[in-house]
C-alpha cells in the first residue's frame, strides 16, 4: 500500500478538472481508511481515528461539485465511478462473510 507520507499532493495538478480532483482526494480518503481497519493496525485505530476518516468522508461529499454528485440514472459517467468507488468500499467488508455469500443456482 503506498504511504500518504511518501507522496507529493499533485492535486493542485489537476485543479481544471474537478473530476481528478475529486477521485484523487477520494482515493486518498479510501487510503486512510483502509490503512486504519487492516488486520495489523486495526487494534491501534481509535474511534476517534475513525470518526475523523468518516468525518472527512463527509466533508469530502460536501464539496464535490453538483455536476460530480450520484443522482441515478442522470448522473454523468464521472459521478458514478467516484459512486461505485464509495459503494465497493461500503459494501467490501461484508463479502467476506460467509453467511452474506450467495449459494450457486441449483
Known amino acids: 500500500m503506498i504511504d500518504l507520507d511518501d507522496c507529493f499532493d499533485c492535486s493542485t ?3 481544471s478538472d474537478p473530476y481528478l480532483v475529486a477521485l484523487y482526494q477520494l482515493c486518498m480518503l479510501l487510503q486512510r481508511a483502509m490503512k486504519a481497519v ?3 493496525r ?3 485505530t481509535t474511534d476517534a481515528q475513525l470518526e475523523g476518516i468518516l468525518a472527512d468522508f463527509d466533508a469530502w461529499l460536501v464539496h464535490v461539485p453538483d455536476a460530480l454528485q450520484f443522482a441515478g440514472s442522470e448522473s454523468t459517467v464521472q459521478a458514478g465511478m467516484l459512486h461505485a468507488m464509495i459503494v465497493c468500499f461500503e459494501v ?3 463479502s467476506r462473510s ?3 455469500v450467495l449459494s450457486p443456482p441449483s
Open 13 to 15: 495538478a489537476f485543479e
Open 92 to 94: 467490501r467488508p461484508l
Open 42 to 44: 486495526l487494534s491501534k
Open 38 to 40: 487492516n488486520r495489523v
Open 98 to 100: 460467509p453467511s452474506l
